[in-house]
């Protein structure tokens, strides 16, 4: 008998021999299955077994054979009246075995049935982008974890905030009245000659001959055939700029679109498309750091193909344009309809329109616990710049985008952070940061390891070594008044 059948077979078996004074079955239900629950958590899975190439199938079995698991369910069917049996089950965590669409999915079922206690949701990537599980920790898919050591994984991991947004199609249908068309973004949105393009030539690719798409390798080979069409299609026709067919507001105000670009990307994450940071580090005083539960979006330009290529590569980034709470999108049809996507489900929008796009109440998610930290997960940062750092051997070749938050200082690397430096000690000086304007070390600072090591941080400048040493200062008097 499965863990879920013996948690309701005991719920049935306490019902009929409960005092006749309890008249409501559901409340005596929940209280029998949280007195059952309320130490440990209950596991449920559910698997696309259409994605992986096929392997969904094999995890599925493989789930079905773990004890861990009160059960797995196929999603081949709507995951809506399986939900509904765990509603009041307290500790509930969700596997989802699937891509960003499976994910999105399960999430939007969740927020339907709106669950009184709302679960977190774990996810096996299965997918091509699997952006979701890039910035959570559960890896990119490429290599799938062990089955026990993941759900060990999901049993310790760290429930998350994700934000999530309202996007609203507003047109005029033939009598002239509004129709308006709702739907959700949790990763990123589209418009334009770019990427959404790309989307949309290959979604009707894989409509039209599904047997071409049928693994993640083809799914990624036909992705690069159509960038490069794009390319040169951008180089024959010289098409014409974004700004000729969208205006946009940010939070009320009017944003001028750079002449140069052909598509516009808002994102939600720290990766999109499959791994490409398009927000990149921060240096422009009027931006932060992306957060994916900060309530704020990102809005980025991309110049054409060639660019989007290069931001793929790690060469370079999008053009950062705005962040905001609330985007309005009007979009007048000139000669060409215009491509749009969301969170990886293309479309071509064929008539004029306006778009908007607002949040809502967050997603809740689980973090992997061992995983480092992201720029997304860490807060609210106290300061953020470029630095050079010092190991104790030489200094690193680049200079490394780096955060402090509170007392750790963590070290940006592609779309994770290195663990922190942790300022452990409080010693040197008075002011408990040492600092040196020797030759060796000109305009820089140290602060001690967990280890017990010494890392230097080098400013540019002395007014640079100043600033950080400042906040550092503060830092660790707050640490002193309590207040960290």
């Not at 081949?76 to 989802?96: G, M």
């Not at 009184?116 to 990537?125: D, H, Q, S, T």
């Not at 890896?139 to 609203?168: C, H, K, M, Y």
């Not at 001690?448 to 007014?463: M, R, V």
Request: aromatic share 10%.
């Amino acid at each position: 008998m499965s863990l879920f059948n013996s948690y309701f077979s005991f719920m049935s078996n306490e019902t009929q021999n409960s005092d006749e004074e309890i008249k409501d079955p559901d409340l005596a239900s929940f209280e029998i299955v949280d007195r059952v629950t309320q130490n440990e958590n209950c596991l449920i899975a559910f698997v696309n077994v259409k994605s992986g190439g096929g392997y969904g199938k094999t995890i599925l079995e493989e789930f079905s054979r773990q004890t861990l698991i009160a059960e797995t369910f196929d999603l081949q069917e709507s995951p809506e009246i399986t939900l509904e049996k765990f509603r009041f089950i307290r500790n509930l965590r969700i596997i989802v075995c699937g891509g960003d669409g499976t994910v999105r999915w399960i999430l939007e079922t969740l927020h339907k049935l709106n669950f009184e206690i709302k679960p977190a949701v774990a996810v096996l990537p299965l997918g091509t982008g699997n952006d979701i599980a890039r910035v959570l920790g559960w890896g990119s898919g490429t290599i799938l974890p062990q089955i026990s050591t993941f759900l060990s994984d999901v049993i310790i991991a760290n429930p998350v905030e994700l934000d999530r947004w309202s996007v609203s199609f507003k047109t005029i249908d033939q009598f002239g009245e509004p129709k308006i068309v709702n739907t959700i973004m949790n990763n990123y949105f589209s418009i334009g000659f770019t990427d959404a393009k790309i989307a949309l030539d290959f979604h009707k690719l894989r409509e039209e001959a599904p047997h071409l798409c049928t693994s993640r390798v083809a799914n990624k080979f036909w992705y690069f055939s159509y960038g490069f069409k794009t390319f040169f299609e951008d180089i024959v026709s010289n098409g014409g700029t974004l700004s000729n067919f969208i205006s946009i507001q940010v939070n009320g105000i009017n944003i001028q679109l750079p002449n140069d670009i052909k598509g516009l990307l808002l994102v939600n994450l720290p990766s999109f498309g499959g791994g490409m940071d398009v927000w990149g580090p921060v240096k422009e005083p009027q931006f932060k750091y992306l957060s994916f539960c900060d309530g704020v979006f990102e809005l980025v330009g991309i110049q054409d193909a060639a660019h989007l290529g290069t931001v793929a590569t790690g060469l370079s980034y999008g053009i950062r344009i705005a962040q905001g709470s609330k985007l309005l999108i009007k979009f007048q049809i000139n000669n060409a309809p215009l491509p749009l996507q969301i969170d990886g489900e293309p479309s071509l929008q064929q008539e004029s329109c306006e778009i908007t796009i607002s949040k809502l109440e967050p997603n809740l998610l689980l973090a992997k616990q061992p995983y480092g930290p992201t720029l997304a997960s860490i807060g609210t940062c106290n300061k953020a710049g470029y630095l050079k750092i010092y190991s104790g051997f030489r200094w690193r070749q680049r200079q490394r985008y780096v955060i402090l938050h509170n007392l750790n200082i963590y070290i940006y690397l592609n779309q994770t952070l290195q663990p922190p430096v942790s300022i452990i000690k409080i010693a040197v000086n008075e002011e408990g940061i040492q600092t040196s304007s020797t030759l060796v070390y000109q305009n820089c600072f140290s602060v001690k390891s967990e280890k017990s090591e010494i890392f230097y941080f080098a400013t540019q400048t002395e007014q640079e070594l100043n600033s950080w040493v400042n906040v550092l200062i503060a830092n660790i008097q707050a640490e002193k008044n309590g207040m960290l």
